[in-house]
Each structure stands twice: as C-alpha cells, then as structure tokens.
C-alpha cells in the first residue's frame, strides 16, 4: 500500500512539474531609465513632512505621482508630558523631560 501511494505521488509530481515546464513566460520586464527624485530636507521637530514627486516615461507617455506625510517627533517636553502623560517605556518613564 505504501509502495503505490508513493509512485502516485512521484506521478502526480512528475506530471505538475511538466506542465508548468512546458509554459511559456508571458511577463516582459522592461526598465527605463528615470532620474531619482531629490529628498527633502529634515524637517523642524515637531513639524509635519509633505512631498510630492511626479515622474513621466517619454516612451509610453506614462505618469505617476507619489505623495508621502509623515509627521516628526514629538519634542519631550513637561508640556507634552502634562498634555499627554509619560512615556510608554521603562527608560522614558525613569528619566525627566529633556525636551530635543
């Protein structure tokens, strides 16, 4: 029993593996050649990060815009720490507020 179960398998392998051998690759990948966007400068504690870049492919006549926000730290402050209570670890909750 065990015997035939293992040729089965090996046939049920042998007949999957062929199949997708046989296959033709349907996937081109084409690249060009786009200039790398400029990263923006840091921004001020506290302050919030917005950048939009839009790039155009003169080939296909493609365009894609990405945006990217992202917020900066929160400065730790005894101010903050009133507004929105102590650190979540161990370290920031034995240490003063420093501010950055």
């Known amino acids: 029993m065990k015997t035939q179960l293992l040729l ?4 049920a392998t042998a007949f999957i593996g062929g199949a997708a051998f046989a296959q033709q690759p349907t996937t081109t990948t ?6 790398p966007a400029t990263a923006p400068a ?4 506290g302050a919030a990060v917005s950048t939009s870049v839009t790039t155009a492919d003169p080939a296909t006549g ?9 917020n900066g730290p929160v400065p730790d402050t ?6 929105y ?4 670890s161990h370290a920031g ?3 003063p507020a420093r501010g950055n």
Do not use: D, L
Request: a positive charge; charged letters at 15%; zero cysteines.
């Open 42 to 45: 840091p921004a001020a504690t």
């Open 62 to 70: 493609a365009t894609v815009t990405t945006s990217t926000v992202t």
């Open 93 to 95: 909750k034995r240490t």
């Open 78 to 83: 005894p101010e903050n720490r009133a507004k």
């Open 85 to 88: 209570g102590q650190p979540m």
């Open 8 to 11: 089965t398998a090996i046939a």
């Open 30 to 35: 084409t690249t060009t050649n786009v200039p």
